[in-house]
């Protein structure tokens, strides 16, 4: 992804007005649509596209209550390999 777009960017803006050798080029809003065009668009497909079976608890019931959820959360930040992530993240 960082080389594509490094290369798309080396290659359209090298014009005059960026100091580069073309006598064409895409200002710096056309490339900026340009990524923002399929970024936008993944939204939308992302919603409509991807479908995650939803599982069952060892009680049968299919969906996890938001307290359970909390739980879940609060011993997950409790626990020493996960502080030293968000330490790592912070620091």
Known sequence: GMVCSGMFVGLFMNSKLY???????LSFEQVCLCFAVPAVLMVPISGLLVHE???????GTSQLKFSEYCVMCWELLKSKAFFYAILFVFV
């Open 53 to 59: 079976p939803r599982g069952k608890r060892d009680d």
């Open 19 to 25: 100091n580069g050798t073309f006598d064409w080029g």
